[in-house]
């Protein structure tokens, strides 16, 4: 019998940042109730020997190329549900631990059975006093999606916060759930993939919880940054591609109708003064990429998008 929760850890040339997740996981968490499973997303610097010889019992899969956020955990899903975990945890590796929330989500959709995923608080790592992503929330006026970051006032270990959407940085999800809702969508390989699931258990009728007694710390877009040149900024340009046509495939699909003149007046204002400022500063890389973010957002075909299987 497998143990009950399978740890998804997807790591793309991050092994620093992935043992030192695996480190703080196996100090605080009982082990007895998760197996980590590291997905590597064809990583080029050794990244997979570093990490066996560091942890020879965690379970690796060999992604062989960089399949993106959304494709790469759904190989740490698909192997979860074809072992007969109950639940999988999707979960970054640039964070750390320091009780076990694996044990606490574990028992919190043990008690829920309405509920098809659960976060806890992330606080940022620097400064551990401040959240990072809380509750996942949506104006649907104005069509963006937001997380409230306000300390919750609840202290009670029992009581959550029904959320609209969860954070992907750590998802701990009902496989039963997964089963009938379908994998992260690899067609936005990377940013929205988690808020997408999350509207798609909803339509599904189960509920979304945020439980703020539970917490952990993340570092945030170790991933997106890299060597570029200097005037492009740290943030990797090709970012803006995803962000921008990501956000604009979910209002197509699940944005409010009644709103969508005001998606689009506020949509058009944004990014173009985005790039005027990418313009002004010589980030020429980042105006094209957004350029074509919003493209592709606004005139891929919904049939691309959400083929029949996700």
Sequence with gaps: MP???ALILLNWNTPIHTANC????KQ????QVFDII????GSTDKSLSILRSQFPDVIYIENNENLGFAE???RGLIYS???GYTYSLVMNTDTLVDEDIVSQLSQHLNDHPKAAAVQPAIYWMHDKTKIWNGKGDFNKILGLTYSN???SAYNNSNTFETAKWLTGCCMFIRNSALKESG???RQFFLYYEDVELSYRFSELGYELHYLPSSKMYHEAGISAKVEAPKKEGALSPVIHYYISRNRLWFLRRYGNTLYYPIYLISSVIYYAALLIYFKLRGRNQKAAYLIKGVKDGFFTSKKLIWPKKT
Excluded: W
């Design 3 to 5: 143990k009950q929760v």
């Design 22 to 25: 695996i480190y703080s996981l």
């Design 28 to 31: 605080y968490c009982d082990e």
């Design 38 to 41: 590291v997905a590597d997303n």
């Design 72 to 74: 790469g955990n759904n």
């Design 81 to 83: 549900i074809e072992k």
């Design 149 to 151: 970051k306000k300390p």
């Design 183 to 185: 994998l992260f969508n």
